[in-house]
C-alpha cells in the first residue's frame, strides 16, 4: 500500500497562474484533508471531504477550491496564485469524518509563488 | 487565538534520557488527541492517539491525557538521536468540528 499520494512534490508558479494538487489514497478512507504549513503558524485546514461527494470549508479556504473526485482522490486547486499561498501543502486521509480516527499524510507538495 | 499550545523548544536530552512533551488545550470539549512526529523536510507521522483520561503506552512512547487540567503530554523513554524532530500536538476542536494543531516542539537527543 503506498498510503496518501501526492503531486507533484515541488512547484513553482508566478502571480495569477492556476494550477492542481492532487491527492490520491489507497486505504479506502472516507474522509480527506487539505491543508498547508507555514512557519510558526502550525498545520491549518483548507478544507475537507467527509465522504465522497461531499466539501466543507476548513479554516483557511479563500483563494482555494476543491473537488472530491471520488473516494480515493481529492484535488486542491489554485485558480489565481498569490505569494501569500506559498507554503508547504499537504493532504491527510481518515477512516472517518468524525476526526476521532486518526488522520495519515502524504508526502507533501512545496509550493512556491513568485 | 491558538487553542492547542505547545512550547517551540527545542528541548534537548541527552541519549537515553527521558524526553517530556507538552500541550495545552483550551476546548474543554476536546475527547480526542493526537501525537505526531514530523522531520525536517517531511510530512506528519502519526505516532500515538489518546481518547481517555490516564496512560497508554506504545513501545518507548507513553500519552497522558488529563482533561480536568486540560493538557496532554507525550514521554519518549530511551531517547535516541533518531527522536529529535518536530512533535505536534493535535486535538479535536468540538466547535469548528476539526482538528487543531498546535505549532510543535522542536525535540533534540543529544549522543
Known amino acids: 500500500n503506498a498510503g496518501v499520494t501526492q503531486t507533484p512534490k515541488f512547484q513553482v508558479l508566478k502571480t495569477g497562474q492556476s494550477m492542481t494538487l492532487q491527492c490520491a489514497q489507497d486505504?479506502?478512507?472516507?474522509?480527506m484533508y487539505w491543508y498547508r504549513q507555514d512557519p510558526g503558524m502550525g498545520l491549518r485546514l483548507i478544507y475537507y471531504s467527509a465522504s465522497e461527494g461531499t466539501t466543507d470549508k476548513g479554516e483557511v479556504p479563500n483563494g482555494y477550491n476543491v473537488s472530491r473526485l471520488n473516494k480515493r482522490e481529492f484535488s486542491l486547486r489554485l485558480e489565481s496564485a498569490a505569494p501569500s499561498q506559498t507554503s508547504v501543502y499537504f493532504c491527510?486521509?481518515?477512516?472517518?469524518?468524525?476526526?476521532?480516527?486518526?488522520?495519515?499524510f502524504g508526502p507533501g507538495t512545496r509550493l512556491t509563488v513568485t | 487565538q491558538k487553542e492547542v499550545e505547545q512550547n517551540s523548544g527545542p528541548l534537548s536530552v541527552p541519549e537515553g534520557a527521558i524526553a517530556s512533551l507538552n500541550c495545552t488545550y483550551s476546548?474543554?470539549?476536546?475527547?480526542?488527541f493526537f501525537w505526531y512526529r514530523q522531520y525536517s523536510g517531511k510530512s506528519p507521522e502519526l505516532i500515538m492517539s489518546?481518547?481517555?483520561?490516564g496512560d497508554k503506552e506504545d513501545g518507548r512512547f507513553t500519552a497522558q491525557l488529563n482533561k480536568a487540567s486540560q493538557y496532554v503530554s507525550l514521554l519518549i523513554r530511551d531517547s535516541q538521536p533518531s527522536d529529535s524532530a518536530t512533535y505536534l500536538c493535535a486535538g479535536y476542536d468540538t466547535g469548528r468540528r476539526a482538528l487543531t494543531f498546535g505549532s510543535g516542539t522542536r525535540l533534540q537527543v543529544q549522543p
Open positions: 489518546i481518547y481517555s483520561n
Open positions: 491527510a486521509s481518515s477512516e472517518s469524518g468524525g476526526f476521532s480516527y486518526e488522520q495519515y
Open positions: 476546548d474543554r470539549g476536546s475527547q480526542s
Open positions: 486505504m479506502n478512507h472516507n474522509s
